[in-house]
């Protein structure tokens, strides 16, 4: 059964529209909550990131799930994987976060895990969804759940981070410059590596609502790399909004997505780690990369969701998306910036490099996404012209490239994603298949 509500990652749209309006998130609340009760639940957290729709967000949900007898601890601004984790140290039924990850402050989303800290299941968004469609009904008022602020959860999950960090080597002496994207980060991130010992020089850390992601963080870096260069700084780490991606800049202010993040770990990760899992964003340069070391890539579409599946499905620990999801299960249980950003610093002093040294085993293919915003959604698979310019562009190639064209799940955009072994080729071919695009659906 195809979902009406839920995309890639929750439920995201422009604050105002679709199911991201007070109203509609209070019966969202409620219908969570009825699943919840049905499945013997009784408690959730609720937590956010910086953006100024989420107290009204905030307020509209804990009502929601109050009327359906579900108990609420409210956490206040804290990053996605803080929220997944002390769903599971407050042994609640679910964690419940409002935000719309990297995109702007104008628009807001709503994201769910489990109990295990992980997201749930394509089957329960299919029974939220179903109770969402009936009446709200309020329970008993001797039945309506209570609600309560966990004060330390800050602490709590600061202390989470530094646990995870395996180095013999704290990080005295090593200068580092943060960008927490004016987001969730911004009282987190700066403390966990202040408290291990470095010298943090910190970007975005002053949100007023409105600045999230502007300008800088995790999807727009030339103000971390200018930084790092003008610091001297070892290294730059970059966080989105809600603080599930992560980015990083070397010493020489170049860039490390997720893919050279993956490698890194993966290259450095004992002998028992045979495979990792990626998208089919992926670059091929990591998958030749890998294959020369050993260790098979994985691919799946896109979303963290995929990638979380299929390494609970192989047993495997690493994977990544390019945009900087990163996920190490053997330390957390979803994609999470900070703790990621740790493991790599670890192996980075471990290993005696520089982090530029470290990445250079991994010769990335020459590779362009281009965003085409449309209005509404689109059926890209059963367009007869842009599948004819898919295969024009693929025997132009020569075998020696890649296409991908696909609908954004969180945004109105059609991706178009072209690699291959020369730069110029690709760029024509980008051109050529954005143009289509725009004339098919734009």
Known sequence: M?????????????VGKGLIRPDQVLKLGWATGQVLKSLGGSKVMIGKDTRISGYMFESALEAGFISAGIDVLLLGPMPTPAIAYLTQTFHADAGIVISASHNPHYDN??????????????????????????ELTICDSSELGRARRIDDAPGRYIEFCKSTFDSARKLDG????????????????PAVFTELGAEVVTIGVQ??????????GATDLEQLQARVLMEKAQLGIAFDGDGDRVMMVDEQGAVLDGDEILYILASTAPPSVKGVVGTVMSNLGLEKALQEKGITLHRTPVGDRYVMSALVERGWLLGAE????????????????????LQVVARWLSSGHRLSELK?????????????RIDGLADIQSNQALEAAVKASELRMGGKGRVLIRASGTEPLIRVMVEGENIEQVEKEVSELTRVVETEFC
């Open 360 to 372: 250079a085993g991994m010769k990335k293919y020459p590779q362009i996404l281009k965003n085409v």
């Open 207 to 216: 949100p007023n609502g409105v600045n999230i992601n502007q300008e800088c």
């Open 2 to 14: 195809k979902k009406k509500y839920f995309g890639t990652d929750g439920i995201r749209n422009q």
């Open 174 to 189: 090593i200068k580092l410059v943060l960008d927490c994207a004016h987001g969730a980060t911004y009282h987190i991130a």
């Open 322 to 341: 390019p945009s900087g999801h990163v996920l190490c299960l053997n330390k957390t249980s979803t994609g999470d910036g900070i703790v990621a950003a």
């Open 109 to 134: 989303g709503i994201k769910f895990f489990g109990a295990n800290g992980q997201k749930i299941s394509d089957e329960m968004e299919l029974q939220i969804e179903k109770v969402f469609e009936q």
